[in-house]
């Protein structure tokens, strides 16, 4: 028979136990309650009338001046507060030798555990940045932006907060909440156009291709079989892309001819990833390890210039265009088109869909001119292919050590001129090995 004095500490222990295992609850729900952002809901039809103001951001461009873009590209603040600083001290280093107009962000600004907090502090820290060295700045999201409770609604409300319109210097707008398909939805699509006076002289395309795709195992199977390769990065809905078209064709119509754009996305296009690939590849179609090998340089990456790929490695990467035409001749032929490397080398085969839906061949007919991403790390190639200048943006910053084996961290500034031509140069701020030596940053 229990006593009263036991009856009443294993009430005591009861309630302890009850109010321990509430708290356990409520802190497991906190950590895992995904943060819906306010109510957003816009949806996009190809009937409708076109606004420039409503459906695009302009940003005003001076006169006889280069309107000059910095990409920083795969940040990733994470629970390293020493990378973190690190990764800023190279954006700030990035930016006082660009002197750029606006910064573009193409993805993994931040990344695992703690991302919703480290996201305010990547925008604050931006903003404060921008604030002193007076430039505009657009983010679009990439596959790690929204890990743990950040959804890309909320972090677009936290970007909305520090917009232009709220008297910051961030240009993000949410876009149309339809373009998605069956691999989910996407709002981070928005469209920045460049204005001098009342002329249009360029369009900058920031669309978010972010989230892995859930493909059938049939489809990976077969790709792996045919290609080697079974990368999860998903393709540009067809919905993006006639959205894409649309916006296209009204700021043509309004320019009163073909207006030069540039696309930002996280990873990249397929049309992009499979010219490197055929590259590698070669007349076989797929990728094969021994013969691959040959290719590479001492240090595992290829290079693409003069036609060439290096077998002497030299320690600094910094690869320059071919010096004359009858070099510039020599440079690979892809499905009977020249691929022109222009800067960069690149370790792997890029992170890119599975198959293609066609928005390089159906917006070069609208003025698209360039192409640039992140995602890769190891890979920081420039090339020309088919007309185009694609490009992967140096990684501006050492976060995360498990898996960022870059050459440089650093940026890249990119211009563009009244014909379209693009200009695109890397920053090299600090060579990785020697930040990884002593984990700080060396003048």
């Known amino acids: 028979m229990v006593s009263a004095k036991n009856k009443k500490l294993i ?14 609850v409520v802190t497991v729900s906190v ?3 995904r943060l819906k952002g306010s109510k957003y809901e816009d949806n996009w039809f190809a009937s409708m009338q076109y606004d420039i103001a409503k459906h695009s951001v302009i940003v005003e461009k001076e006169k006889g001046k280069d309107f000059v873009i910095l990409q920083l590209t795969d940040m990733q603040l994470w629970s390293n507060s020493k990378d973190n600083e690190a990764s800023f001290v190279i954006a700030e280093k990035a930016i006082q030798q660009s002197s750029p107009n606006l910064v573009v962000f193409t993805g993994d600004n931040v990344s695992g555990v703690g991302a919703p907090g480290l996201l305010k502090t990547f925008i604050k820290k931006v903003e404060s940045l921008a604030k002193e060295y007076n430039f505009l700045w657009a983010p679009v999201f990439g596959n790690h932006d929204n890990e743990m409770r950040a959804t890309p609604n909320w972090s677009g409300d936290q970007y909305l907060k520090a917009s232009v319109d709220n008297g910051g210097h961030c240009l993000f707008r949410k876009g149309p909440t339809n373009l998605g398909d069956e691999f989910g939805d996407l709002l981070g699509n928005y469209v920045i156009n460049v204005k001098e006076g009342e002329k249009i002289v360029q369009s900058l395309y920031m669309l978010d291709n972010s989230a892995y795709a859930n493909y059938s195992q049939h489809l990976i199977e077969s790709i792996k079989q045919s290609e080697g390769r079974s990368n999860k990065e998903r393709p540009f809905p067809y919905a993006q892309i006639a959205w894409c078209e649309w916006q296209a064709k009204n700021i043509n119509s309004i320019a009163g001819g073909i207006v030069p754009s540039i696309f930002f996305t996280h990873c990249a296009p397929y049309e992009m990833g499979h010219t490197l690939f ?14 691959d090998l040959k290719k590479q340089d001492k240090e595992g990456y290829w290079t693409l210039v003069g036609g060439y790929s290096s077998g002497n490695a030299s320690d600094e990467p910094t690869i320059k265009p071919a010096s004359s035409a009858i070099e510039a001749l020599d440079y690979p032929f892809v499905d009977g088109k020249q691929l022109k490397g222009l800067a960069g080398r690149f370790a792997y085969v890029p992170g890119h869909a599975l198959y293609n839906t066609g928005i390089v061949e159906k917006m070069k007919n609208f003025g698209l001119k360039g192409w640039f991403v992140g995602h ?3 890979n920081d190639i420039i090339f020309e292919y088919d007309n185009i200048i694609y490009g992967y943006g140096l990684k501006a910053g050492p976060s995360p050590k498990p898996w960022n084996d870059s050459y440089f961290f650093g940026g890249t500034i990119l211009v563009m001129n009244e014909q379209g031509n693009i200009t695109a140069n890397h920053l090299q701020i600090i060579k990785a090995s020697d930040y990884w030596k002593t984990r700080t940053l060396m003048a």
């Open 11 to 24: 009430i005591v222990i009861s309630a302890v136990m009850t109010v321990v295992l509430l708290g356990i």
């Open 31 to 33: 950590l895992f309650t």
């Open 278 to 291: 055929k590259y590698v590849a070669g007349n076989d179609e797929k990728l094969n390890t021994e013969d």
């Open 376 to 378: 890769d790390h190891e």
